[in-house]
Every structure is written in structure tokens, then in C-alpha cells.
């Protein structure tokens, strides 16, 4: 069965900092890997996507994640982070279902402090 | 464009009201879905349309009933709830493809804040 696990529930960074957010899944198929953004009160915003064209993915705002398949991670990474970049952060995998089904990490809040 | 749209954006309903949600999209998508989002939780899937028929319910109480009436459009249908359904209720859209979608990327409208009373 395909989980999802985020390690860090919140994570602290001041602005102009490494962002680093982690990842880390479980899939018995290939997986396609997912990243996306919420903001306060809002919906959820898709970063990024990895579906087996290339290991470094780039994504809007700065970020990116890589692919590694020998640690089964896809961390995202920011080498500069912004204030606007304070929101919650949700990884999610699909795959294997035979239909299109989002298993969801547990999220990760990122707090910019100036 | 890559809009997906939600209303209301606030809903107060008590729980013998009935009231519904609205979904759209005009990306010409055949995929829709329902998630239930709780506080500082990720979104829990609901149900899943394809093609406007539904093809995933997640165990999801006789209470909320979804309805596709196009390709286009997503209700969901709130009767007798409970305060514990209080909640942001995601809208999502994705392309869709009869053979399964894995890779299909999900886009998410802004939400309808649920508060059951």
C-alpha cells in the first residue's frame, strides 16, 4: 500500500535560509509524487510533480524536489526562503489504485521568521 | 487557466438544514472529487467522479450525497449533518483518462468553511 510520511511537523527557518522539508514513501508500484502548498485559509496549490521524466524536479516560487529511490525520499528544498513562503506543506503519492487516488502526508508547517 | 471554483466560500448550516456545495472547473476536465479537510490535518479523500459517474465513495455517510450533473460541475448535497462534519470541504479537478490516472495532477479550488451548529 502506498503511505506517505512527513518528518517535521513544523519547521522553523529565518528568511534567507535553506528551506528543507521532508519526505519519505512507501509504494510497491512506481510512484508519482506529488508536492503542494496551503496557504491560510485557502485551497491547496500543486509545487511541483515528479512522474518518472527526471529526478530534480523544479517547481513555481524557487522550490524543487529530488527523486531518490534508493532512500525513498522526495524532499523540496528552497535555497533562499521568503516570508510569503509561511504555509502548510503537504506531500502526497498516487499509483497502483488504477484510478487516481492522493495518499497525503501529514503536512508540515513552515514558519519565516525575519 | 487552472481554476477551480468553490461556493460559498462559508456555509452555517444547523443539522437539520439542508444546503449544498458547489464545485466548477472549465478546464475541461472529466475527473472530479470531494475531499473533507479537519484542522491542521491534510485532506481526506470523499468521493471521486469520472466521466460524470461515480466511481469512488469513500465510505462516506448516507448524509452527504455528491452529484456530477455535467463534466463540468460538482455539487455535494448536506442533510441532518453533524457539528463533528464541520469542516473545509476541497474541491479538485484532474484530467482524468478512462484507463486509470495516476499521473493525472490535481487542482484544488479555494474550499467552503463547513460550520455544522
Known amino acids: 500500500a502506498q503511505s506517505v510520511t512527513q518528518l517535521g511537523s513544523h519547521v522553523s527557518v529565518s528568511e534567507g535560509a535553506l528551506v528543507l522539508l521532508r519526505c519519505n514513501y512507501s509504494s510497491s508500484v512506481p510512484p508519482y509524487l506529488f508536492w503542494y502548498v496551503q496557504y491560510p485559509n485557502q485551497g491547496l496549490q500543486l509545487l511541483l510533480k515528479?512522474?518518472?521524466?527526471?529526478?530534480l524536479v523544479k517547481g513555481i516560487n524557487g522550490f524543487e524536489a529530488e527523486f531518490k529511490k534508493s532512500e525513498t525520499s522526495f524532499h523540496l528544498t528552497k535555497p533562499s526562503a521568503h516570508m510569503r513562503d509561511a504555509a502548510e506543506y503537504f506531500c502526497a503519492v498516487s499509483g497502483g489504485f488504477g484510478y487516481n487516488k492522493l495518499i497525503f502526508g501529514a503536512g508540515t508547517r513552515l514558519a519565516v521568521h525575519p | 487557466d487552472t481554476e477551480v471554483t468553490q461556493t460559498p466560500k462559508h456555509l452555517v448550516m444547523g443539522m437539520t438544514n439542508k444546503k449544498s456545495l458547489k464545485c466548477e472547473q472549465h478546464?475541461?476536465?472529466?475527473?472530479m472529487y470531494w475531499y473533507k479537510q479537519k484542522a491542521k490535518k491534510p485532506p481526506e479523500l470523499m468521493f471521486v467522479?469520472?466521466?460524470?459517474?461515480?466511481?469512488i465513495n469513500e465510505s462516506v455517510p448516507s448524509r452527504f450525497s455528491p452529484e456530477c450533473p455535467n463534466s463540468s460541475l460538482l455539487n455535494l448535497h448536506l442533510h441532518a449533518l453533524q457539528p463533528e462534519d464541520s469542516a473545509l470541504y476541497l474541491c479538485?479537478?484532474?484530467?482524468?483518462?478512462?484507463?486509470?490516472?495516476?499521473?493525472?495532477?490535481?487542482?484544488f479550488g479555494p474550499g467552503t468553511r463547513l460550520t455544522v451548529l
Open positions: 467522479y469520472s466521466y460524470e459517474k461515480l466511481s
Open positions: 515528479y512522474t518518472s521524466a527526471a529526478t
Open positions: 478546464m475541461g476536465h472529466r475527473a
Open positions: 479538485a479537478s484532474s484530467q482524468g483518462s478512462k484507463g486509470g490516472g495516476d499521473t493525472d495532477t490535481q487542482y
